[in-house]
């Protein structure tokens, strides 16, 4: 009896034994399996899963127990960034192993997964789960292992250029030509090569060739490169087209080439200069040069109201279009308010003041650190409206300039058409006087002679009555 008992107990440790056996077979080497399945990841194509696009994992199920196995399930279960492909299941079967099996036997089942297009670089994980029979009738029993097996992912090499920071560039005139460059992608980028071109050859780098290199950017990471630029003097105002072209190295290290284009404006606002031209007649005439690069179209020259003087009439003229270089000739009446401020002083001095408040006369002194303002309107080559204000030194010589439309006379002058009209009546009343004198000088010599001419002096006509008369 006490032997029956002997044997059982060792009979049931045994059965433990194994079973501890079977247990610690089926965790050891990280494996999902029972104590008879073996279930492998032996392949993944591509070898490194790259963002939006699928990934194929090849799985080997091998029977390496001592039963036959039947109704086997391999499920794959994807998260992040992994998700099914429609029309793929992630499910398949294999009815019946036998037992036993080595490498080169079992069941090999094919599954793919789509990658997440903005998925990052690195490695993640898959569960791939197994459920399977083993054993017949009442005796069969239903197993499920998980095995998680591990996919490398490799980032999105991806840059674009995001913006250029300037849309105009000003005729020969340096500027500065800045592209910023972004990785879109999700993998470090190196090695990068930036380089553009016109093809126009209108707009040309300067103090360096046209290309930048960038040893390294990350992913989501920008940088700035940034050129010194010049449009051609000789260019015609217009949109010119840059080719850019970038290259950069991927994972594998081989060269990827990523070309664009990008509209730039060349030409825009010009300048201008202003001048004191002439002055006549309280007419002051302006000279308007376009000292630019650029032509400016629709040209209006205007006199604004400000506050030393005030423009009589029309205070505003269109000259029209002004090339590069070109100038032009606008005349104002332009009139002094210096008196309006009060003076002191003589008589004659106050007098100017009091013809000063109404717009009177311009003057060395009144003109004298009061420039006149002055304002150009013009339509640039891009069709905006752009507005310059300048500021001219009046040059005024001499005595006070008349305005226009004022008698000299009434400041107690004679203008010179008075005066030539005087000067021509007294040239007159002196000859009529003279005539005048000759007249009585004449008158007295015939009085002292006894009012009798000399026969010699008369006429034939008055000689021949006087011999008819003696012969009667």
């Given amino acids: 009896m006490k032997k029956f008992s002997l044997l059982t107990i060792l009979l049931v440790f045994s059965a433990f034994t194994c079973l501890g056996a079977g247990t610690a077979l089926s965790a050891s080497n990280g494996n999902i399996n029972s104590a008879s399945l073996d279930v492998n990841l032996t392949n993944q194509n591509p070898n490194t899963a790259r963002p939006g696009e699928p990934v194929e994992l090849t799985v080997s199920v091998q029977n390496v127990g001592t039963k036959d196995l039947k109704d086997i399930t391999v499920t794959v ?39 997440d297009a903005n998925a990052s670089a690195g490695t993640y994980d898959v569960d791939i789960v197994t459920t399977y029979k083993s054993g017949s009738g009442s005796s069969s029993n239903t197993y499920t292992t998980t095995k998680t097996v591990t996919i490398d992912v490799r980032g999105k090499e991806y840059a674009q250029i995001v913006t250029i920071d300037k849309a105009n560039i000003d005729i020969a005139k340096e500027e500065t030509l800045e592209f910023i460059i972004t990785n879109t992608g999700t993998s470090p980028l190196k090695n990068m090569v930036v380089s553009w071109k016109d093809s126009k050859g209108v707009i040309l780098p300067v103090y360096s060739d046209n290309t930048k290199y960038i040893k390294y950017l990350d992913a989501g990471e920008s940088v700035n490169v940034v050129y010194a630029v010049m449009a051609d ?78 423009v009589s009439g029309s205070s505003s003229t269109i000259v029209g279009n002004l090339e590069k ?65 300048k500021e001219v030194e009046l040059e005024i010589t001499g005595g006070a300039m008349p305005a226009q439309g004022q008698r000299p006379g009434n400041s107690g002058g004679i203008s010179s058409s008075l005066l030539y009209i005087a000067v021509i009546v007294l040239a007159g009343g002196a000859f009529v006087y003279r005539k005048k004198i000759q007249e009585r000088v004449q008158a007295k010599r015939l009085k002292k ?15 021949k009555h006087v011999h008819e008369a003696s012969k009667d």
Avoid: C, H, W
């Fill in 77 to 115: 279960k994807p998260e992040y960034p992994f998700t099914g492909i429609s029309g793929q299941s992630l499910g398949k079967n294999i009815s019946y192993l036998n037992a036993r099996q080595d490498t080169k036997e079992g069941g090999v089942l094919k599954f793919k997964l789509m990658t």
């Fill in 233 to 310: 003097v000789n260019a015609d105002p217009g949109l010119y087209t840059l080719d850019i072209n970038l290259v950069l190295e991927d994972y594998e290290s081989n060269e990827q080439t990523i070309n664009t284009t990008a509209g730039v404006f060349v030409g825009g606002e010009t300048d201008f200069d202003v001048s004191f031209s002439e002055s006549d007649e309280g007419e002051i005439s302006l000279s308007v040069a376009n000292v630019g690069n650029n032509i400016a179209y629709s040209v209006k020259v205007s006199v604004p109201k400000q506050e030393n003087y005030k």
């Fill in 449 to 463: 002679s006894g009012n009798k001419k000399p026969e010699g002096s008369k006429k034939p006509e008055e000689q």
């Fill in 325 to 389: 270089g070109d100038y032009t000739i606008a005349s104002f009446d332009v009139t002094s308010t210096q008196g309006a401020l009060g003076t002191e002083g003589s008589e004659e001095e106050s007098g100017t003041a009091r013809a000063g408040a109404e717009g009177g006369n311009l003057t060395a002194a009144s003109v004298e650190g009061n420039p006149l303002k002055v304002r150009i309107e013009y339509t640039d080559a891009k069709g905006e409206r752009i507005t310059v204000d």
